[in-house]
């Protein structure tokens, strides 16, 4: 096969310019291997858990209810708009496991039906055979913690009496895809799992016969979701019913859906970064190259070359450099995408999860890196278009610098390198300029990345320091009166306990409505407490309610309006209630008022759910003893081990995540500093040869354009720090939800940590510039054109 003469001279430019074309094309391979990595990821994710729902039957709605009756099912099947409805029995036991000193909680679940709702995926074994009381399935992650398997015996406290189960399955459940404990904030499958149970088995436990606690429905295709909640809440009113949620409020289903919107927002933000600085990296290496080129490009066009030709030449090494990087990026992109698939896998508990090769996925990356690339190439080849061949063959007129140097030169009193370097630099302002934003780029992607460092100290310093200042919360299995807490008090090592209530209730202002529980606390609660704006404690008002920042967010509400307060337990009270404050909070959506009052509103009087304990630390083990054998007790958090399980989770991916964003942010910083060195090298080997041979040491002469990429990296760095802290408050923005907010703080130790990580990348590059410039031939740079 003969190959056209100007495709050959593509590949020998390639060849020749390699370092170059690396470099541009490791820019684009990051942008690629970003694009698919957060696209390809985001898809697997949803695919996976569609196909997850719809095989397994993952329940529309949910709702509690104290006790009703299973007659009332028929009822609540009649409801329009729903499919199916299947009662089951959820109740909270404690697992007794020899050897285990930290309080855990399992979760009771009635097995379901087999055509029934919320199927379980079985990883190994069986379910447990009907009329068999103690055979029982055991989530996987509780099993792999605790070495479970079939045939393994596992004792229970289930309503104050102890059991022992046999393990007849390890299973998964669409129900529980990121099963976190109650009151935690991170998964921690040592210490929360699931159990599912016959139904003769519950029944008996909790004296629940004919009845059922929990059920799930199944919605018909396109039924107002709202309406039939509304008539479902209406049927449970009367046994004690919680409130239906929908899917978007079921927990697990919540945290799913929040890490899609975060890798939503990553393939947004960081793709085009990379494809911009690719673009402008692109067009200063082709606009260099043509200019070298000139006669080269006069010649062609003297023979008989079109310049449709000439251009399409250049739009082909283009192409070349391109699909380098769209190759580079395909195999980075399967890579890191491998590696999240495995992440993913350890959080969210999917009984497959695939990172398939999407090909719409690639496809659309290849279209646009090579859009991005020939975009920056083509101001570039309207040069060659518009170049005639006499002008071509013609010297080029020597660079004028008098008018775009003159002011600085006569403002600042420069040295003779100094004159030089400011010279050049304004000579060729779009270079410049395109430099300063490439690195810029570069200083932005890890001041938005490293700023979570400080947020997450933050956010668990106000949390559990100022905030949430109990050892342990212990939360009743149902509401008790207030002489319970003499109980707690009584208990070894207990130094102050404090009263609490959660009632779950709907909060409505206008159009816009939440499904929360309000907290009660005594007026001078010291352990659990509202903080203000400034982080100083909030008095709890005897009127009146403090909502957290979200929560007024989310309701448009102000302190002194009145929201409209739809108790969802107990009488079912529907009063107007104050807001008399706004408390920061990064967890959930809240509302707390005081205990008291609380009783007053609910026409309850004053009951408890639970206590706020401060422990003498020596007695932690026998206080975690009494209060777990202890009848009452529903479950307990530890404020330790809440606070170790979140930072070793977030330690280990923000880790992995910084690494990333580290490495590609030094990709830009070295594909930056040494595309826009060379292109200076390529301009300058002439003067810098002349000022050798005119007696100036090797240093002094590389030292005019060792300043040059100097002033270029250091006027990026508040450019970057500011588009960074501006890309952090959009994540922020991105990644808030109902479940979680994240604080933005930005300390100065960010930024210069994002400088010096930069810094250090332009340090190498330029020492490998140095090398070129010491080894420079002066009598053949002498002998070019220029």
Not at 88 to 97: A, H, L, N, Q
Request: with cysteine.
């Amino acid at each position: 096969m003969v190959i056209p003469p100007l495709r050959r001279k593509a590949l020998r430019d390639l060849r020749r310019l390699w370092a170059q074309a690396l470099a541009i094309a490791l820019v684009l391979a990051a942008g690629v291997a970003t694009l698919i990595l957060g696209s390809g990821a985001q898809r697997a994710l949803t695919d996976t858990r569609d196909r997850y729902y719809g095989e397994y039957r993952f329940a529309d709605l949910t709702t509690d209810v104290v006790r009703a009756p299973l007659s009332l099912v028929n009822d609540i099947r009649a409801i329009d708009g729903v499919l199916q409805a299947e009662p089951r029995i959820v109740k909270p036991g404690r697992p007794d496991i020899e050897g285990m000193a930290e309080p855990a909680t399992v979760l009771l679940v009635t097995v379901p039906q087999a055509d029934g709702l919320n199927r379980l995926h079985l990883r190994m074994g069986r379910l447990p055979e009907p009329g068999t009381a103690d055979e029982a399935v055991v989530s996987q992650d509780f099993a792999t913690a605790h070495g479970l398997r079939q045939g393994s015996h596992l004792a229970v406290v289930m309503n104050g009496k102890r059991r022992v189960l046999s393990i007849t399955g390890i299973a998964l459940s669409p129900e529980f895809i990121y099963a976190i404990g109650p009151g935690e904030m991170m998964p921690d499958p040592r210490r929360f799992g699931v159990i599912w149970l016959p139904r003769d088995t519950l029944e008996q436990a909790f004296d629940l016969g004919g009845a059922f606690s929990n059920l799930v429905l199944r919605l018909v295709p396109g039924a107002p979701e709202t309406r039939v909640i509304e008539e479902l809440d209406r049927l449970t009113a009367a046994y004690g019913g919680g409130g239906a949620t929908g899917r978007a409020e079921q927990t697990s289903h919540a945290f799913l859906n929040a890490e899609l919107e975060q890798l939503g927002a990553m393939v947004q933000v960081l793709p085009p970064i990379f494809l911009l600085v690719a673009a402008m990296l692109m067009h200063m290496t082709l606009s260099r190259l043509i200019a070298l080129e000139r006669e080269q490009i006069g010649l062609l066009k003297a023979i008989g070359y079109r310049s449709s030709q000439i251009a399409q030449h250049y739009l082909e090494f283009v192409v070349l450099i391109a699909c380098c990087g769209i190759v580079l990026g395909f195999a980075a992109g399967a890579w890191l995408g491998a590696g999240l698939a495995q992440l993913y896998a350890r959080f969210f508990s999917f009984p497959f999860l695939h990172f398939g090769t999407d090909l719409r996925i690639y496809g659309l990356a290849a279209i646009v890196t090579l859009t991005a690339a020939m975009a920056g190439a083509l101001q570039s080849l309207r040069g060659v278009l518009s170049l005639t061949p006499a002008v071509a063959m013609a010297p080029p007129a020597p660079a004028d610098f008098r008018h775009a140097a003159w002011g600085v030169l006569a403002l600042a009193p420069l040295h003779q390198t100094g004159r030089m370097v400011a010279r050049h630099l304004l000579h060729w302002p779009f270079r410049t300029a395109s430099s300063i934003l490439g690195m810029t780029m570069a200083v932005a992607i890890l001041v938005a990345s490293l700023w979570s460092f400080g947020s997450i100290d933050h956010m668990i310093r106000v949390t559990f320091n100022l905030a949430e200042r109990q050892d342990v919360k212990i939360v009743f299995a149902a509401p008790e009166p207030m002489h319970a807490l003499a109980d707690i008090r009584h208990m070894p090592g207990v130094l102050v306990a404090e009263p609490f209530r959660l009632v779950p209730a709907r909060l409505t202002n206008g159009n816009r409505s939440k499904r929360l529980a309000i907290e009660g606390r005594p007026a001078d609660a010291r352990l659990s407490r509202s903080l203000s704006p400034d982080l100083k404690p909030m008095p709890v008002p005897e009127h009146g309610l403090i909502i957290s920042e979200a929560l007024a967010a989310a309701l448009a509400l102000r302190p002194g309006d009145l929201v409209q307060v739809d108790f969802l337990a107990g009488r079912r009270a529907s009063v107007a209630i104050p807001v008399s404050g706004i408390s920061v909070g990064y967890v959930g959506l809240g509302a707390a008022m005081e205990i008291a009052a609380l009783g007053r509103v609910t026409g309850e009087g004053l009951l408890v759910t639970g206590a706020n304990i401060q422990l003498d630390e020596a007695a932690q083990k026998a206080f975690l003893a009494a209060a777990s054998a202890a009848p009452a007790t529903g479950f307990l958090n530890v404020t330790d081990l809440t606070v170790s399980r979140f930072r070793d989770t977030l330690a280990e991916n923000i880790t992995l995540m910084i690494t990333v964003y580290v490495t590609l942010a030094a990709i830009i910083a070295l594909g930056v500093v040494y595309n826009f060195s060379r292109i200076a090298l390529s301009e300058q080997g002439r003067e810098l040869a002349s000022l050798r041979v005119m007696g100036f040491t090797r240093t002094e002469a590389a030292s005019v354009i060792l300043f040059e990429l100097a002033v270029v990296v250091l006027l990026a760095q508040p450019f970057g720090w500011l588009i960074g802290h501006g890309i952090g408050l959009a994540m922020v923005a991105a990644f808030s939800s109902d479940l979680y907010r994240v604080p933005f703080v930005m300390g100065r130790e960010v930024y210069a940590t994002a400088s010096l990580i930069v810094i250090a990348a332009a340090i190498l590059s330029a020492l490998v510039i140095k090398g070129r410039i010491d080894r420079l031939d002066l009598i053949a740079v002498l002998k070019t054109r220029e």
